[in-house]
């Protein structure tokens, strides 16, 4: 695979550099950028399948790079220290991402991923949607979209019409209101959970579970189970209940 180093720190670009000779020889660093400008100009010349993109950079950030081009014929792997929106952002619009400082495990993990999904490419709405949930952090408001990654491709959707979120070993169904009524995630809940613990409305009930309050139809106490709109029934574990009592009190 052919990648592009975008990165103003050059100590971060030696290291991503030397564990890709080291570990990745199959992968071809073809050039390197230190600003957007120069990454603008580096992505009008080379056609990389892969491109390492830090967030922060002296003239912009990354995302104001990728929202200048008009065609995306790679995957992006964001760079970067620790920033909770971002990072947010990130997950929201199904992109990938690495921690500086990067780790081996963690690069190789990346990598594997990015072979996997190099014939999708990125899409102008994984764009849109990661701009407008850092638009919405900007004014204090949270995510309405989201890209919901899948082996068939990738699914554009409202975050209101989540009815639920279904464990299925390293997968998760999304149970959604409309057309299609469920979607499967090549994603654990583990990674949802983290993402929709902001929403008042979102609630993990079991270790295999995460709801929409909004869409609970009934608590039955004694088998202890949410009847969710249309019919299904979803279990609650005992550790949850007292929480999940009050919560839909509140709503």
Excluded at 32 to 47: D, F, I, N, P
Excluded at 120 to 149: D, H, V, W
Aim: with cysteine.
């Amino acid at each position: 695979m052919k990648t592009i180093i975008i990165d103003d720190e050059p100590q971060s670009k030696v290291v991503l550099q030397e564990l890709l000779k080291k570990h990745h020889p199959e992968v071809e660093v073809v050039a390197t950028g230190s600003s957007v400008e120069e990454g603008y100009q580096l992505l009008s010349r080379y056609t990389p399948e892969v491109v390492f993109l830090d967030i922060e950079m002296p003239d912009g950030k990354g995302f104001d790079l990728l929202e200048r081009l008009d065609d995306y014929s790679f995957q992006a792997i964001f760079v970067t220290a620790y920033n909770d929106y971002a990072l947010t952002a990130i997950k929201f619009g199904a992109l990938d991402y690495l921690l500086k400082p990067i780790s081996g495990e963690d690069l190789a993990i990346a990598l594997q991923k990015a072979e996997k999904k190099v014939k999708e490419k990125i899409s102008r709405g994984q764009i849109e949607i990661l701009l407008e949930t850092l638009r919405n952090f900007e004014e204090k408001k949270l995510p309405t979209f989201i890209a919901i990654s899948t082996l068939k491709g990738i699914f554009y959707k409202q975050v209101k019409d989540i009815i639920w979120l279904q464990a299925e070993q390293n997968c998760t169904w999304f149970h959604m209101n409309g057309n299609p009524d469920k979607i499967l995630a090549a994603i654990n809940i583990g990674e949802y959970a983290s993402q929709f613990e902001r929403y008042r409305q979102f609630m993990k009930v079991h270790r295999a579970h995460i709801v929409n309050l909004y869409y609970v139809q009934k608590f039955v106490k004694g088998d202890s189970y949410l009847e969710m709109e249309g019919g299904a029934q979803v279990s609650v574990a005992r550790p949850y209940r007292e929480e999940l009592m009050e919560r839909l009190a509140q709503l």
